[in-house]
């Protein structure tokens, strides 16, 4: 019995990242390749840098034939490798190297980095968008109001900041209200307009007309048309 034990100490121990087992799935890998890579390490870390489809089959629950065909796929989608290397005595051999699936796993933890302050950065100009709607209507907005805002972020696909823009737009118009701002995105939608400088100048040329309509002999005698800065604080 203690003999058994001290032979299964002496098998060692391997180190495995977590964030393996937690991103395996997003690598589109399954369980059975995640655990042939895994003994492959195991085999490296004992210093049989070669072993065989039949060694690794040997340990799992997959024929020769399917250990052989799935060693191809993995180096095919770049998760493993064989490098050459050369001994102490100059003798060349060939080993495999996991390498690759540690870049395949850095890049995945990059990614989830980037989309974690892409998500939080997002976040933050909602709230500051439902606390500037909050702050020119005078009062909190009803489910239905925020609803229409969700759905001009994500349905239609609304910068923020265009949004925003729309609702000073709407202020300089005396129309403060839901339709009216909807209305303003959906002519800034169709004429592509998706910067804020944009959106200043098909404003001004809004309130240019607007004023030429309602007064033309005085505009005729006072041409210039007095701009706002819809986005100043």
Known sequence: ?????????????????????????????????????????????????????????ARMTISTADCHEMLRRLMQRGFLEIIEQYSNEGIRFEKYSIKPLWERLVEQFLVNH??????????????????????EFGRPLSPFECESLAMWMDDDHHDPIIIK???????????????????????????????IEQAKNQGRKFRQKQLQKSNPKEEAHNPSVPFYNWLEN
């Open 165 to 195: 823009a729309a609702l000073r737009e709407a202020v300089m118009s005396g129309k403060l209200n839901f339709r009216y701002i909807d209305r303003i995105l959906f002519e800034w939608k169709k004429n592509g307009i998706k910067t």
């Open 1 to 57: 019995m203690k003999s058994n034990i001290l032979a299964w100490l002496e098998e060692g121990n391997i180190t495995v990242p977590s964030l393996l087992f937690s991103e395996y799935r997003k690598l589109n890998l399954n369980e059975t390749e995640l655990v042939l890579l895994l003994n492959i390490l195991t085999f490296l870390e004992r210093g049989n840098y070669f072993p065989t489809p039949e060694e690794l089959s």
């Open 114 to 135: 980037q989309s974690g302050l892409q998500e939080a950065t997002r976040k933050t100009e909602e709230m500051d968008l439902y606390t500037c709607f909050e702050k």
